[in-house]
T-cell receptor, first 110, second 115 residues
């Protein structure tokens, strides 16, 4: 069945460092891809999405490009802030439900 | 901005008791979902609901679970006889007219603790 694999955490970076969180997927057809973020004590918030190959989703300085050839949707940010500390979930939707990866906890040190 | 709301934020119950988790989806949305996240694990799909019936359910969603849209605004998840392993964060989500393309918007979650 469909699945999402993302890099294990926690990831610890210093403020202003470059961030990459890897995500690959397995799916039949052409799923929509998402990154959700969960800040401490809060629910899931949609960070960005891409609905077809080569689309780039972006929001709050984060970007991810839908790469069909490598079945990947890696999350990147050029300069992270302490406020970016959260758990990041890569996800896909091929039919009606969303399938999530296990999440990557990100710690940003001041 | 419209948002999905959930109540209560935290529910503590004894094993074997019934619980009802409540959600108010975004007002013009037509498709509704429940997901759960056991502590430290990934978010898992439970059930989807459209036009007053279940569209799809996962293996987790057994006979102990039920969903209902009792009125035009609420969407509820009932667990008839809770087990310790039902302890988790439960998220409600909704989406608009095109379930296969529209973004699912999530509520803040209800943390269920079964003692």
């Amino acid at each position: 069945g469909d699945s999402v694999t993302q890099m294990e955490g926690p990831v610890t970076l210093s403020e202003e460092a470059f961030l990459t969180i890897n995500c690959t997927y397995t799916a039949t057809g052409y799923p929509s891809l998402f990154w959700y973020v969960q800040y401490p004590g809060e629910g899931l918030q949609l960070l960005l999405k891409a609905t077809k190959a080569d689309d780039k989703g972006s929001n709050k300085g984060f970007e991810a490009t839908y790469r069909k050839e490598t079945t990947s949707f890696h999350l990147e940010k050029g300069s992270v802030q302490v406020s970016d500390s959260a758990v990041y979930f890569c996800a896909l939707r091929g039919d009606d439900k969303i399938i999530f990866g296990k999440g990557t906890r990100l710690h940003i040190l001041p | 901005e419209p948002e999905v709301t959930q109540t209560p934020s935290h529910q503590v119950t004894q094993m074997g008791q019934e619980v009802i988790l409540r959600c108010v989806p975004i007002s013009n949305h037509l498709y509704f979902y429940w997901y759960r996240q056991i502590l430290g694990q990934k978010v898992e799909f439970l059930v989807s609901f459209y036009n007053n019936e279940i569209s799809e359910k996962s293996e987790i969603f057994d006979d102990q679970f039920s969903v209902e849209r009792p009125d035009g605004s609420n969407f509820t998840l009932k667990i008839r006889s809770t087990k310790l392993e039902d302890s988790a964060m439960y998220f409600c989500a909704s989406t608009g007219e095109q379930s296969f393309t529209d973004t699912q918007y999530f509520g803040p979650g209800t943390r269920l603790t079964v003692l």
